[in-house]
């Protein structure tokens, strides 16, 4: 396992179960290219690439704007 599926999985553990889930099915259907399990349409498949590809360039939105989310979702 890479370093970086490593941290993500770490992170995924601290969600709620349902959220886990979810994160479980989508990895299962990408990895397997099981359309079945996610139906995604190009759109949002083509959104979801563009996300990781921010991911990969190191292009996060800062700590600040998450803090502020979280507070106004009383996380």
Do not use: C, Y
């Not at 370093?3 to 992170?11: E, R, T, W």
């Not at 709620?16 to 079945?36: C, G, I, K, M, V």
């Amino acid at each position: 396992m890479t370093k970086l599926l490593d941290l993500a999985i770490a992170k995924v553990r601290e969600l709620p179960e349902a959220e886990q889930d979810a994160l479980a099915r989508f990895l299962r259907s990408s990895a397997l290219d099981d359309a079945s399990t996610v139906p995604l349409d190009e759109e949002t498949r083509a959104a979801i690439l563009e996300g990781l590809a921010q991911a990969e360039r190191g292009e996060f939105v800062p700590d600040e704007v998450v803090e502020e989310t979280d507070k106004r979702h009383g996380i």
